[in-house]
């Protein structure tokens, strides 16, 4: 046999060579890739209208009205009529706001391949006021719609993440409701969305706790930003939220559900 052939058709990541043994502990260890994280915007600031990644990364640049609200930011009740204390920040010391007429935050490029495993979380608080409205706290988009949309749905008042087969309109889609965890507006939560490329699966948590998983088996990469507050639909964006979101975290790997908890009470 003479020259090379064989050649792989697929990915390959992460390769690794020993001059020694790796034991079968270290090999279990190996197969399970660590998650690394892609992103944290911890939404206690914003200037010149973005509010910054911390490790210097990508930054959430708001749209329409949005604005970061500090838990010791200063006001003036006759110029404000929404002045004053308001609801704490659900982490540190700010907290993204959102009036569902237009506002929202996006990066300007994708922050995680989601061809291959990725994860999302983010604390979010409904507005009361607007209990009524299919609204959307995360997606990713690609040309003509979003991979991944997790969303409040006000008919049973419940989180619901809806996944799209291929990135064109009307694509066939995989919805995750958590039927048995009530997203009850003016509290604050905490959703997670995992998918795990290795497994073909994708779960949806809810305040640390694994609500709803299912099947999937057709990644594709979203191509356009990190969006914070809106969706992609046939109309264009739609779904504003109106509420609050704190501590957005994007990771490229699998967290897992003590990784959750975790960010579910960071500080």
């Known amino acids: 046999m003479s020259g090379q052939g064989g050649n792989w058709a697929g990915r390959i990541a992460d390769v690794r060579a020993w001059n020694r043994v790796v034991v079968p502990a270290e090999a279990a260890d190996l197969a399970e890739r660590a998650a690394v994280r892609a992103g944290r915007w911890q939404l206690d600031e914003a200037s010149g209208g973005a509010s910054p990644e911390e490790g210097g990364g990508q930054p959430l640049k708001l749209g329409g009205d949005a604005k970061i609200r500090r838990d010791d930011q200063s006001c003036d009740p006759a110029m404000d009529p929404e002045c004053g204390p308001g609801d704490p920040a659900m982490v540190g010391e700010g907290e993204l706001l959102l009036d569902g007429d237009g ?15 990725f994860s999302l979380a983010a604390h979010v608080r409904i507005d009361p006021a607007a209990a009524d409205r299919t609204m959307t706290v995360l997606s990713l988009p690609g040309e003509h719609n979003d991979l991944a949309t997790l969303r409040y749905t006000p008919q049973r008042q419940i989180w619901e993440l809806t ?75 739609s779904e ?21 908890v975790r960010l579910g009470v960071s500080i």
């Open 163 to 237: 996944l799209a087969h291929e990135d064109r309109a009307g694509a066939e889609t995989t919805t995750l409701k958590a039927d048995n965890s009530w997203a009850s507006p003016g509290d604050p939560h905490h959703l997670a969305v995992v998918y795990d490329d290795g497994a073909d699966e994708v779960l949806l948590y809810v305040d640390g706790t694994p609500m709803a998983r299912a099947p999937f088996h057709h990644a594709w990469r979203a191509e356009a930003g990190l969006q914070v507050g809106r969706a992609t639909t046939a109309d264009g964006r």
């Open 103 to 117: 506002d929202f935050a996006a990066t300007g490029a994708p922050v995680v391949d989601t061809g291959d495993s």
């Open 240 to 260: 504003y939220l109106h509420g609050a979101v704190d501590d957005v975290h994007a990771y490229a790997g699998v967290l897992s559900e003590q990784d959750v």
